[in-house]
C-alpha cells in the first residue's frame, strides 16, 4: 500500500531576511515620518522657494508666448511685507497698463501669489540682491527692468537673488539668459 508523505512545511511563515527587511524598511520609513509630524523648521522656506520658482518661470513662459510690447509680464516683491506675485493676470486688449502696475494682486492664485499675512504667519522674511522690486520678462524670457534693459547682468557673475529667510535660508537665482533656480 502506498503511504503519503508529508512534506516540509517550509512555506509557512517567514525566512529571517525576510524579517530583517522588513524591520529595516519599517525603520527608514519612521524615521523619515518622525520629522514631519514634530515641528516644520525649515520647510516654510523651501515651499515658498518652490512657490517663487513657479510663479517666475509661469510669468517667464507667458512672455515668451505674447510678444505684445505694450504689457508687462512681471512678478513684484514686497520685501517689507514679504509678499511676491504679479499685479494682475488680466492680459485683454485695454489693460496693458495694469500689468505694468507694481501693486500684487492678491486674488491671483496662490501657486503665482503669496497673501502678506501668510508668509508673515510662517515667520519667512523675503529680500532681493541687488535690491530691486520687481523682475519682468521679455518675449526671449530674459529678465528686464522697467526700462526694458537686461537685468542680472551675468558680468563679473552676477545674478539676481531672492532670498527666503525663515528658520532657514534658503534662494531664488535668476540669470541673465532667464534660467531661473533654487541656489
Sequence with gaps: ???????????KGFTLIELILVIILISVLSVSAFSRFFGTSGFSEYT???RLI?????M???AMHDTRDEYCFQINFYSSNAAFGPPVLNYTTGSASDTCLTDIDFNNPGYLTTSEAEMAD???SLSTLPSFSFIAFNSLGQPVDGAGLLACDSEDNKMCKVILTGKKEVSVCIESEGYIHAC
Design 122 to 124: 510662517a515667520e519667512v
Design 48 to 50: 515658498y522657494q518652490a
Design 54 to 58: 513657479s510663479a517666475l518661470r509661469n
Design 60 to 62: 517667464q513662459t507667458r
Design 1 to 11: 500500500m502506498l503511504t503519503l508523505q508529508h512534506y516540509s512545511y517550509r512555506h
